[in-house]
Structure formats: C-alpha cells, structure tokens
C-alpha cells in the first residue's frame, strides 16, 4: 500500500468534505424551506425525484434535516414526506459513506497501530455497529453526514450500515417531517425561525388551541425524548464493552 498516496487521498476528501459543510451558512438565504418547496414544486410529476435528489445532495453542504423534512411535510403530506424523507435519507448515507470508504478508509487502517486506541475504537464501532449507527440515526444532536463518513472511514460493514440507517432514520423523518409541516403552516412566509418566535409569543391557552403550536410542541418533546434515550443507549453499549474488556482482562491474567 502505497501510504503517502492514501494520506494524500484522505486529506483532500477531509478538505472536500469540509469546504462544502461549511458553504451552508454563507447561502443559507438560497437554500430556505420556501426556497426548496418553490424548486420542487416546480419539478411537477418529478418532485418526489426533485425533492429526494434534494435530501441527497444538499445534506453534503450542510444544509439541515429538519428544513428538508420541513419541505416534504408541506409538500406531500405526512405520509409519502415520510416516506421520501426515509428513502432519500438513506440514498444520502450511501453516498456519503462510499465517498468516505473509498477516499480515507485504506489510510484508517494503515494508521491504526496494533493495541492502539484507533484500533480498538475501530474494533468497538465495528462489533457494536448496528446499535451505535441506530442511536446515532435517533439523536437529534448528532450529524447524520458525519455518521455516514465516519462509517465509510472505519470501513464498517455495509449491510449493518444500511440496515441501521433505515431503521434508525425512520423515527426521526416521522417527527421531523411533521414538525416541518406544523412549522411550514404556521409561518410560510417567515421561515423556520420566525414559527419558533410565534410559539414563544403564544401562552399555553393559546397553544392548546392551535394544532400547528401543539404539533411542534409535542414533536420538539419528542426530540428531547430522543436525545435522551441515545445517550442512555451510548452509555450501555460503552459500559458493555468495559465490562467484556475487563472479563478479558481478568481471563488473561488467570491464564
């Protein structure tokens, strides 16, 4: 293996990578909710395509889940905004982590020394990597492009990958798309910002008698839920790798 030809491979993906992340804050303004809901619509018969090509492609510059969800809710509905939510959430982490697997995955591995922490965190994520990859799907706090190229990198398996991606990103198109279509309703004209300024104006009377104010109610506790439940996931999973490395430990020294 050709060592200096891998690192190079891996930093440009890494600057690659990056560059387009970073590129959201600086056209956040072209790339609205009502921005992507207009060129969508405008597919006609090809905005379910318009609209998975979107969740695809525009994740890679970091533009947020939650203002593509926002778009399929108003646009399709609960359901097919699910359903194409899922569909092109998971054609994203394939693209993503093949881009990852086959940029920086070879340097990875040559770079993680025999009892090394690289290579036993390799090891962890990889005996563990259905579970971690469906917490990480479920917390609302982690990025989902970040999963994907991690995975790709440390070279886990592409069958527990793409099944815990499906899994774990069906919950979360659910609440984010019918937190999208709740905040779509309330303030098309404003944006995603201006539906949590209504919120915060109404009191709890006025609330309870607003559906859209309820629904993003309930799906931000949901989200909290989520959170929780991930970290309380991490926590055990982590906790059972200490305690099957400290038996091990213990067996060897006997031995």
């Not at 399929?72 to 699910?82: H, I, P, Q, R, T």
């Not at 993503?96 to 090891?123: C, I």
């Amino acid at each position: 293996m050709n060592i200096r030809g891998e690192k190079f491979k891996a930093a440009a993906f890494m600057f690659f990578a990056v560059s387009l992340f970073f590129l959201f804050p600086l056209f956040k303004d072209s790339f609205s909710a009502e921005k992507i809901k207009a060129f969508v619509s405008s597919s006609g018969i090809l905005a379910p395509a318009a609209y998975m090509a979107a969740l695809v492609f525009l994740p890679l510059i970091g533009v947020p889940r939650l203002i593509l969800a926002a778009t399929g809710g108003a646009l399709f509905g609960s359901f097919s905004g699910v359903v194409y939510a899922a569909a092109g959430s998971t054609l994203a982490a394939v693209l993503a982590y093949h881009l990852a697997f086959y940029s920086a995955a070879d340097y990875v591995g040559a770079s993680a020394a025999p009892g090394g922490r690289l290579l036993a965190a390799l090891d962890f994520s990889r005996e563990n990597s259905f579970k971690l990859i469906v917490l990480a799907r479920v917390c609302p706090i982690i990025n989902c492009e970040a999963v994907n190229y991690l995975c790709g990198a440390a070279k886990i398996n592409f069958a527990p990958f793409i099944a815990a991606t499906l899994v774990g990103t069906i919950p979360g198109s659910i609440v984010y798309v019918s937190m999208g279509e709740a905040m779509m309703r309330m303030s098309l004209k404003g944006g995603i910002s201006e539906a949590f300024k209504e919120i915060s104006s109404l009191d709890k009377t006025a609330i309870s008698h607003n559906a859209d104010a309820m629904a993003l109610v309930t799906t931000s506790v949901i989200l909290f839920f989520f959170l929780l439940i991930s970290l309380a996931g991490f926590y055990i999973v982590s906790k059972q790798r200490k305690n099957e490395t400290k038996k091990e430990d213990t067996l060897s020294a006997n031995l």
